[in-house]
């Protein structure tokens, strides 16, 4: 569905050329829901814009179903933009004007008939759960109803793609993931292509299928959202993994050196990922079973989902008999699970 190619964007200041986007590559399929992260000032946001136009890449190509929207002149630029919706931050409502008023008017600018556009409002706004705020004003809305009306709009033209540009970063918690469970909803009713751009993992964690994390204007990894969950390659990936999944080590051991040598008096700390159908075998009984010489705790544990995908970590901590110790390691090894040692550690006095 689209295609980025070689985007690059450059604008002109007076210290010199800024390179917003260096060298972007990214293919979106038809019907995904697909993630942009990264930190303020990485070039998500110009990304996004790219896609539409909004703002033309210094080179490189944009093809959206087919298309080259690079080749288009601007008429017909026009037209395709018909095919690509976007929803903002700031939801960019026109205050004066009704919710009814605010969803109608791209179907005004275009000139269609006063029945259809009622027809198409209606269906709108049961759609995103506002049929009794037709009358309404922005001001006397929710953040969350402000940007249900954003959605409604943009869904206005029937398009094709759904671009939304930090859509929940101006909402709570709880409004959050009703938006979010909104427009996954659109994405299976309608079969939208969503591209989804944010700095909150978590946002990618909820609805997103792949995602890609941009770096100072570059492509720093992508994938399936599973697949970079569970196994981050590069240290900004990390990074944002590491809100959601700290990596911190107990408290009971914070603060305290790892050594990757065996030490009197010092616990093995591992860390264990499960993912999938893994995650509900008995792996760690099973050790403790194999090797009643050995004391192992449970020092951290957490289960979560990712795409319906189950996806557990734990902490534990070994200790005993090295030779033993050493036995478990290569039996957990065995095991379908990933594990990382963390290394010896002493509990803080």
Do not use: W
């Not at 981050?232 to 990596?247: G, M």
């Not at 079973?289 to 004391?295: G, N, Q, R, S």
């Not at 734990?314 to 039996?331: F, N, R, S």
Request: with cysteine.
């Amino acid at each position: 569905m689209i295609q980025l190619s070689h985007i690059e964007k450059t604008y002109d200041s007076p210290a010199g050329p800024v390179h917003a986007l260096k060298g972007i590559d990214l293919t979106i399929g038809t019907g995904e829901i697909f993630g942009i992260i990264g930190l303020s000032g990485a070039g998500k946001s110009t990304l996004i814009r790219c896609i539409n136009l909004l703002e033309r890449p210094t080179s490189g190509s944009v093809v959206i179903d087919g298309e080259d929207m690079m080749a288009l002149s601007d008429k017909e630029l026009r037209r395709a933009r018909k095919d690509i919706g976007m929803i903002f931050q700031h939801f960019n409502l026109l205050s004066s004007a009704t919710v009814y008023d605010n969803i109608a008017f791209p179907l005004r600018l275009v000139h269609k008939p006063e029945a259809e556009i009622r027809k198409k409002v209606e269906e709108l706004l049961k759609l995103v759960g506002l049929e009794n705020k037709a009358e309404q004003y922005p001001s006397q809305l929710s953040g969350g109803q402000k940007q249900r009306v954003g959605i409604a709009r943009a869904l206005a033209s029937e398009p094709k793609i759904l671009l939304c540009d930090e859509a929940t970063s101006a909402l709570d918690p709880q409004t959050t993931k009703a938006i979010l469970d909104l427009i996954r909803d659109i994405n299976a009713k309608m079969h939208l292509t969503v591209v989804v751009i944010t700095h909150e993992m978590q946002v990618i964690k909820e609805i997103c299928d792949k995602v890609a994390v941009i770096s100072n204007g570059v492509i720093a990894e992508q994938g399936t959202v599973l697949d970079v969950f569970t196994n981050p390659q590069q240290p900004i990936t990390q990074e944002f993994i590491s809100v959601l999944l700290s990596n911190e080590l107990p408290a009971a051991f914070r603060g305290s050196t790892i050594s990757q040598e065996p030490e009197p008096g010092a616990v093995l700390l591992m860390r264990l990922t499960f993912i999938g159908e893994n995650a509900d075998d008995p792996v760690l009984a099973d050790t403790i079973k194999k090797f009643p010489e050995l004391d192992i705790s449970i020092l951290f544990g957490d289960v979560d989902q990712i795409q319906a995908v189950p996806f557990g970590r734990m902490i534990i901590g070994i200790t005993g008999p090295q030779a033993k110790i050493d036995e478990a390691l290569g039996y957990l090894g065995s095991r379908d699970l990933k594990e990382e040692v963390i290394g010896y550690v002493h509990r803080n006095s």
